[in-house]
């Protein structure tokens, strides 16, 4: 009877934390009554949204602030903060290229600029450092978003922006060039493993790919304590097999036949290889 009662209680436990953990994911409840306090309080999550972007003041004084977007004060018209939660990894992941002369980044999927920009604020700081952007720019409100934000940055030179499909304009690229890569174009599994082979003999030996939202799912926030617990995260990530715009299957195929080549140097929700 104790026995029982035991497991009945674990399994009501379990249950209950699943259930919870369901609500506070769900859209709405988030930020609001105890779960969504609990939360914040667990994670710091929104805390760590408005927290960390500070790098954006260094703007261009000249250009007039910008009262749209998530940084209003700013110059810079940015809607989506998804670099926001990487600044600390690439921080450290990137440290040792900061202000060295002659680095040169790639990013495959530029969007506002925001992670492009951050690179050239904080890592790409010399004046002989560059940063090239490939973004198929399908929207043009994004693109003008993208393009004021360059200019924003006071150094547009130091941006050289390719417009086009990634599958295209990689073609056109000088092997052995980059210091690092950051693949965030397409997450379609097919397109996203196109771009990781397209661009790797552009990556110098030594050189770091960075691939973006090996454990996203849909509806799922990427601050998830999910996506820290990595048995949880990949039971649910079975489960669910949510493979539609996830990166994830095309990252795996990647490091599996690349292996000799390459060295993982950080696995979570983005992952880091350094080339041989
Ligand atoms: C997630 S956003 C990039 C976000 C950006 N790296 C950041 O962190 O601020 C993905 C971008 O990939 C671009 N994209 C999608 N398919 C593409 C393709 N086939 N070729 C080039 N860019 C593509 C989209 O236009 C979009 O701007």
Redesign the pocket.
């Known amino acids: 009877m104790k026995i029982r009662s035991l497991i009945a209680l674990a399994i009501i436990a379990i249950a209950g934390f699943f259930t919870l953990d369901y609500i506070r994911l769900t859209p709405g409840w988030r930020m609001f009554g105890l779960i969504g306090t609990a939360r914040i309080l667990l994670t710091g999550t929104e805390d760590d949204f408005l927290a960390k972007p500070t790098w954006e003041t260094q703007a261009n004084a000249d250009m007039p602030a910008s009262t749209e977007g998530i940084f209003p004060d700013t110059p810079y018209v940015f809607y989506?903060g998804?670099?926001l939660f990487q600044i600390n990894d690439w921080e450290n992941h990137l440290q040792h290229l900061k202000g060295k002369p002659d680095v040169h980044g790639l990013?495959?999927?530029?969007?506002?600029?925001?992670?492009a920009i951050w690179a050239l604020q904080n890592i790409l700081t010399h004046p002989a450092s560059t940063i090239t952007c490939?973004?198929?720019?399908?929207n043009q409100k994004?693109e003008e978003r993208f393009d004021r934000n360059v200019a924003a940055t006071g150094i547009p030179e130091k941006i050289v922006k390719v417009k086009g499909?990634?599958?295209h304009m990689l073609c056109s690229l000088e092997p052995n060039t980059y210091d690092y890569i950051?693949i965030?174009?397409?997450h379609l599994p097919k397109?996203a493993l196109s771009d990781a082979v397209m661009s790797w003999e552009t990556l110098k030996p030594g050189g770091l790919m960075i691939f973006d939202d090996y454990k996203h799912i849909d509806a799922r926030p990427k601050t998830s304590r999910f996506t820290r617990i990595d048995f949880i995260d990949d039971y649910l990530w079975n489960k669910r097999g949510q493979y539609r715009d996830s990166p994830r299957p095309a990252i795996d195929a990647f490091l599996k036949i690349y292996a000799p080549y390459l060295d993982v140097v950080y696995k979570k929700y983005q992952v880091v290889v350094r080339k041989k």
């Open positions: 989506e998804w670099h990013e495959v999927g530029a969007y506002e600029g925001m992670s490939i973004d198929i720019f399908d994004i499909p990634s599958e950051y965030d174009g397409c397109w």
